[in-house]
Every structure is written in structure tokens, then in C-alpha cells.
């Protein structure tokens, strides 16, 4: 499928991205492969875009399509943030906070893709997290000002603490859902509302 295709892509375009953040931490053909970073930074922003309007575009919306998705988000962001760490000043402990939320949502995903045939989709909140990361990373490739750097960091955090707070609710939510319908009351949905 077309749109998991895109998925795929955002996951190879992981390791060349982080080699390019390595390089532009050089001086050696530092401005080069710091402009390439902010090419393969856009690339992976337009495979994110297009490949959910793809699904629904292209009726190709899957259970493998609602897992992949996200998993590549989380490959993605979490190797180049990792290398912005190493050579560019990115914050270890918003990395940290990170890969805390991701290891929760894939555990917590997976419990109820095995327990109840469920897949949750991301929600809003978590894609208004993807977005402000991905806004933080690009504000340590290009190096702005210390204090848009800050603003960048601190909405990001909320936005993560906020939307992991949203997941948990839904988490929750399908197990309650799952109880009921064990009496009859009502049944889960594929997307746990």
C-alpha cells in the first residue's frame, strides 16, 4: 500500500538524517549537511502528512497502517533527537521524556492490540506533540536564539505530558469499555471510544 510505503520511507530516512546532523557538527562541509539535515527533515515531515491523507484518500486506512504510522514517528524522531543531543545541544532529559512516552504508548498499544483486538489512532493532542517536536528539532538544526529555543522546549513538554495524559484516559477507557461488554453492555470500537 501506498501509504504504508510512506511510513516505510520515514523510517530510512532515519539513519541518513542523523549522519548529516553528524557531519554539520563539523567544519568540514558544515553548511552542506546542514542543509541537507533541513531536506531530509522536510522529507520525513511530508512522508508524516501524506501518508495518513494518502489512507484516506486511497480508502487504504489499516490496522497495520494505525500501527506503522506512529512507530516511525517514534523511529524517526527518536534517533534524530538522540543525534541533536550528542552534537547539538538538545536537551537529554526532553529526549528522555520522550522515549518515556513512547515506550508507554507502544507497551500500553500493544496489551490492547493482544488483549482486545483494539489499535487506539493518535489523537490530535499527540499530533500537535509530533509537530512541536519536530519544530524543537528543527530550531537546534538551524541553531536559533537561546530564548525561541526555550519556548520551543516548554510547549513541547506540555504538549507531551498532555497528550500522554489523553492516551492513558483512552487506555483506560478500553479496558472499561472491554469490562462491559463482558456483561453485554457495550462493545469496543475499533479506535476505543
Given amino acids: 500500500m501506498f501509504a504504508n510505503s510512506l511510513s516505510v520511507l520515514r523510517i530510512l530516512l532515519g539513519p541518513p538524517t542523523i549522519y548529516s546532523i553528524y557531519r554539520s557538527s563539523g567544519e568540514s562541509d558544515a553548511a552542506f549537511f546542514n542543509s541537507l539535515t533541513l531536506v531530509f527533515l522536510f522529507l520525513a515531515a511530508a512522508t508524516d502528512l501524506f501518508d495518513g491523507y494518502a489512507a484516506r484518500r486511497l480508502g487504504q486506512i489499516s490496522r497495520l497502517g494505525k500501527i506503522l504510522d506512529p512507530i516511525a514517528d517514534k523511529l524517526f524522531i527518536g534517533g534524530v533527537c538522540a543525534a541533536l543531543v550528542w552534537w547539538k545541544g538538545f536537551p537529554l532529559w526532553l529526549l528522555a521524556s ?96
Fill in 98 to 193: 520522550q522515549v518515556a512516552r513512547d515506550v508507554a504508548i507502544v507497551v500500553s498499544g500493544a496489551v490492547l492490540l493482544r488483549k482486545h483486538h483494539m489499535v487506539i489512532s493518535a489523537s490530535q493532542l499527540g499530533k500537535y506533540a509530533t509537530v512541536s517536536m519536530a519544530l524543537t528539532m528543527l530550531f537546534h538544526v538551524i541553531e536559533v536564539d537561546a530564548p525561541a529555543k526555550s519556548v520551543m522546549i516548554w510547549i513541547t513538554t506540555a504538549l507531551l505530558v498532555a497528550s500522554t495524559a489523553g492516551y492513558g484516559r483512552s487506555v483506560f477507557k478500553s479496558d472499561v469499555v472491554e469490562g462491559e461488554s463482558a456483561t453485554g453492555d457495550r462493545a469496543p470500537t475499533e479506535n476505543g471510544a
